[in-house]
């Protein structure tokens, strides 16, 4: 029996360690292997795209542990916060949160009931509903100024307005058990790269771009096997995407910064920004030891479109802009000691209105199976564990299916 798998993002990987000691296996992968959380390496290894994780994750910590890591996986109790007129607000404590000046104390304490209320909502009842609308008609103009949009733009960019409400109350419910300290969040010391490396142990994995053909058998690059697993995004089915009949994903594209500062640029580690090319500043050395690197290690985020001007602009274009808006947080271009881009074009799907329905099963024809970002299990935030959880979960039906 032989499989292939298309793609060695975490999917296809957790998929393949799943299968390996059953059937003869391919990977293939057109560009970086560990996909969206890929390394850069510069004498040390750190993530193309910022990463950390949380303690519900439980099918990655339980990865980390069965690959032998479990010793490099710290927690730390990480500061949050807002940058408006260029001032960057903490907004990690209670206390903090009530002197924010920038949102009355009504509407703190309406935050906070809306908050309470989300968690017992049934979310899938307001699929059908976007998001801002209902945000409005609930909590009023100067909550979603001062706070919804800011927090949606720097998710989804341009696409925020589209985001069904279904999504925004799902993803309440599994972010805001916050302790009064602050936010704790996980990091593989050293770089998730470690676990991507051990993920691959005899694993053959084929480095091109899959052509995939059916001609009675599925055949991959001209060769046949009895099933395929797809782990890239949808549009990379190409003319596959049309005989399957996929209901229409709009995907949207991160561009990441990542940035050596000659100086720390404040004690935050994830701060949202407003009216800026980017939507958040991640200072990753707030969070993991500056010794592990011996640079201040700082990511700008930012979410578009693959259609859009700003995502097809080069490099050198973006590091300009970028560098325009850190001036507004005392960031010279003196200050800088590098600066490198990472862009992802399909980097997460948007979840507009309707997007439950489109969620997409596992087995999709006889022998062809999908499994990545637009499964179950990377509802309402694709991440790390969702995937490694649909990788796992689609090895078990086609152990299911071919009697494995
Ligand atoms: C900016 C950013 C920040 C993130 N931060 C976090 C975080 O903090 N915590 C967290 O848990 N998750 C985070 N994530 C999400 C996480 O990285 C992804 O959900 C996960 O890595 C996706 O894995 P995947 O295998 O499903 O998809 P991918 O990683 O996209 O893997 C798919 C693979 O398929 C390959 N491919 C595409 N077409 C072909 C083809 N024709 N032939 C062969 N190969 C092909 C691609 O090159 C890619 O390697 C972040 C993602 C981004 C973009």
């Known amino acids: 029996m032989k499989i292939a798998i298309v793609g060695a993002g975490l999917t296809g990987l957790r998929c393949a360690m799943e299968l390996k000691e059953f059937v003869k296996l391919k990977v293939f992968e057109k560009n970086s292997v560990g996909g969206l959380v890929s390394s850069f390496?510069?004498?040390?290894?750190?993530?193309?795209?910022?990463?950390?994780?949380?303690?519900?994750?439980e099918e990655l910590l339980n990865l980390i542990k069965k690959l032998g890591?479990?010793?490099?996986?710290?927690?730390?109790?990480?500061?949050?916060?807002?940058?408006?007129?260029?001032?960057?607000?903490?907004?990690?404590?209670?206390?903090?949160?009530?002197?924010?000046?920038?949102?009355?104390?009504?509407?703190?304490?309406?935050?906070?009931?809306?908050?309470?209320r989300s968690r017992k909502k049934k979310f899938e009842e307001f699929d059908d509903i976007e998001a801002l609308k209902a945000l409005k008609e609930e909590l009023g103009e100067k909550l979603l100024e001062n706070f919804f949009i800011p927090m949606l733009n720097a998710k989804f960019g341009e696409?925020?307005?589209?985001?069904?409400?279904?999504?925004?109350?799902?993803?309440?419910?599994?972010?805001?058990?916050?302790k009064l300290k602050g936010e704790e969040i996980g990091y593989l010391r050293h770089g998730f790269h470690q676990m991507v490396e051990r993920?691959?142990?005899?694993?053959?994995?084929v480095r091109e771009g899959a052509k995939i053909k059916r001609n009675g058998k599925w055949n991959v690059n001209g060769e046949d096997f009895d099933a395929v697993v797809f782990t890239a995004p949808l549009p990379e089915l190409g003319e596959l995407l049309n005989k399957f009949n996929f209901p229409e994903i709009r995907y949207q594209s991160s561009v990441c910064a990542l940035l050596s500062l000659k100086k720390s640029l404040s004690d935050v580690y994830w701060i949202n920004v407003d009216k800026a090319n980017f939507g958040?500043?991640?200072?990753?050395?707030?969070?993991m030891p500056f010794e592990d690197y011996g640079e201040n290690l700082v990511y700008l985020a930012s979410y578009t479109t693959p259609e859009s001007?700003?995502?097809?602009?080069?490099?050198?274009e973006i590091e300009r802009l970028f560098l325009k808006d850190l001036e507004k947080f005392g960031v010279k271009s003196e200050d800088v000691n590098w600066?490198?881009?990472f862009k992802a074009k399909f980097s997460s799907p948007i979840y507009e209105k309707g997007f439950l329905k489109k969620i997409t099963p596992y087995k999709v024809s006889d022998g062809f199976y999908v499994a990545g970002m637009t499964s179950k299990p990377n509802y309402p935030e694709r991440s790390m564990n969702g995937s490694l959880t649909a990788g796992k979960e689609v090895a078990e039906q086609i152990k299911r299916d071919l009697g494995l």
């Open 199 to 205: 993920m691959c142990d005899e694993v053959e994995i």
């Open 280 to 287: 958040a500043i991640i200072e990753h050395t707030n969070f």
């Open 309 to 316: 001007n700003f995502f097809r602009l080069r490099d050198e």
């Open 41 to 57: 390496c510069n004498g040390y290894c750190i993530e193309k795209f910022y990463h950390h994780a949380f303690r519900t994750d």
């Open 69 to 116: 890591l479990g010793s490099k996986l710290v927690w730390k109790t990480v500061k949050v916060g807002f940058a408006k007129d260029g001032k960057i607000y903490s907004l990690s404590t209670p206390l903090e949160i009530l002197r924010y000046p920038y949102m009355s104390i009504f509407d703190k304490f309406k935050l906070a009931m809306f908050t309470i």
């Open 339 to 341: 600066i490198r881009i």
């Open 159 to 178: 696409n925020s307005k589209q985001v069904s409400y279904a999504w925004l109350l799902a993803r309440v419910a599994i972010r805001s058990n916050r």
